[in-house]
C-alpha cells in the first residue's frame, strides 16, 4: 500500500480524537471503549503496531539527522490507563539515542523552590530528539488542582493565591506550549481516556496476579474517589490548552491495543506532516567525501 492511502486510512481514524480547539469540549462526549467499530486480533493488531513503530523509527531517524525539529509527546492519565505500556510499545523500534523518557512524580524541595515550570523546562527534547514526558507540568492543574494541600506546599507568596490560580496556570501553559511550537518543538499531548469500570478490573489483575503486584498501590485505590474532580480538571485542561499547534488526542484507553495504534498513529502522522528528509550535503562536503572514497580505495 502506497504510503499516502496508509496516512489517509490513519487519518480517518485519529481525526476524531484529536482536539484542536478547546472551546464547548466535553470529555461525556468520548467513550473510553471506542474502538471506531475496528475489531482486530490480537496478532494482526500487534502487525498493525509493528508496522506503525517501523515508520515512526524512519521518521525518528531523520528527525535526528536534521537537528532542526524536535517531539515533545506528553502523557497523562489516571492510573492504569496505560500510559507505561504505550510507551514501551510505541516506542519501541525507536533508536534510543534520540529518545528521552522523563517520568515526574512528587517533586523534591529543590523542585519547589522554583516556578511550576521549572522542573518541566529543565527536561525538554534537544533539537533532533523525541522527549516524552510521562506525566508532566499537566500535573500541576491536576493533581493540584484536586489536592489542593500540594498547591500550598509550593510556597507561594499569599497574595498570589487566589481563585483565579487554575485559569493563571493553564493559561501559563499554553503559552509556555506556543513558546515551544514557535522554537521548533512539536508538541502532541495524549490522554488516556481509561473509565472507572476498566481501571478497578485492572487494579485487581494486579491483586490477583503476583508479577502484577509491584504495580499496585494502595494510593492509586485511593485516588478513585476524586474520580469525578480529576474528570472536571482534565476537561478544564484540555479546553484551556487544546490548539492547532499543540493538540491535545482523548485516546480510548479501555482496549489497550486501540490506545497505542492510535498513539502510533498520531505521533507518525505529525511527523510526516514536518516533510522531513536526511540533510543534503554541499559541493565541499562533497570533495570530502570523494577525496576519502580516493584515499581509502587507495589503502593497500
Ligand atoms: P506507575 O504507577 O506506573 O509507576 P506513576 O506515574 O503513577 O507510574 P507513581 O510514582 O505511582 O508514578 O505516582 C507519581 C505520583 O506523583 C502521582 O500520583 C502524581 O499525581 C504525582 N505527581 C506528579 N507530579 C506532581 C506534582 N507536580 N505535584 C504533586 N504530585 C505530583
Ligand atoms: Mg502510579
Not at 475489531?39 to 531523520?62: N, P, S
Request: hydrophobic residues 40%; charged residues 30%.
Amino acid at each position: 500500500m502506497a504510503r499516502r492511502e496508509v496516512l489517509d486510512r490513519i487519518e480517518k481514524y485519529v481525526d476524531p480524537f484529536r482536539i484542536t480547539k478547546g472551546k464547548g469540549f466535553r470529555l461525556n462526549d468520548f467513550d473510553p471503549s471506542d474502538t471506531r467499530g475496528l475489531r482486530l486480533d490480537k496478532g494482526e493488531a500487534a502487525d498493525l503496531l509493528q508496522r506503525g513503530t517501523q515508520w515512526l523509527a524512519e521518521e525518528q531517524d531523520m528527525l535526528y539527522a536534521q537537528k532542526r525539529w524536535s517531539l515533545l509527546v506528553v502523557f497523562q492519565a489516571m492510573d492504569a490507563a496505560g500510559k507505561d505500556g504505550t510507551i514501551k510499545h510505541v516506542m519501541s523500534g525507536v533508536n534510543p539515542q534520540g529518545c528521552q523518557v522523563f517520568s515526574f512524580k512528587q517533586p523534591s524541595s529543590e523542585d519547589l523552590d522554583h516556578d511550576f515550570l521549572w522542573r518541566y523546562a529543565k527536561r525538554l527534547p534537544e533539537r533532533g530528539r523525541i522527549g516524552i514526558f510521562n506525566r508532566s507540568y499537566y500535573e500541576e492543574v491536576l493533581v493540584v488542582r484536586v489536592h489542593e494541600d500540594i498547591l500550598k506546599r509550593q510556597k507561594l507568596p499569599p497574595p498570589l493565591l487566589s481563585k483565579r490560580i487554575w485559569d493563571e496556570r493553564l493559561s501559563d501553559i499554553a503559552h509556555f506550549e506556543d513558546y515551544l511550537t514557535r522554537q521548533g518543538t512539536i508538541v502532541l499531548k495524549f490522554f488516556l481516556h481509561v473509565s472507572r469500570k476498566e481501571q478497578k478490573k485492572r487494579f485487581m489483575e494486579r491483586l490477583d496476579k503476583p508479577d502484577k503486584h509491584w504495580k499496585f498501590s494502595a494510593s492509586d485505590v485511593h485516588e478513585r474517589q476524586f474520580w469525578g474532580d480529576y474528570m472536571h480538571a482534565f476537561q478544564e485542561a484540555i479546553r484551556a490548552t487544546a490548539s492547532k499547534r499543540a493538540p491535545w488526542y482523548v485516546v480510548p484507553a479501555d482496549n489497550k491495543w486501540f490506545t497505542r495504534l492510535i498513539v502510533a498513529a498520531a505521533i507518525v502522522e505529525a511527523m510526516e506532516k514536518l516533510d522531513l528528509t536526511y540533510p543534503t550535503i554541499d559541493a565541499k562536503k562533497s570533495k570530502e567525501l570523494q577525496t576519502a572514497r580516493t584515499a581509502l580505495s587507495g589503502e593497500k
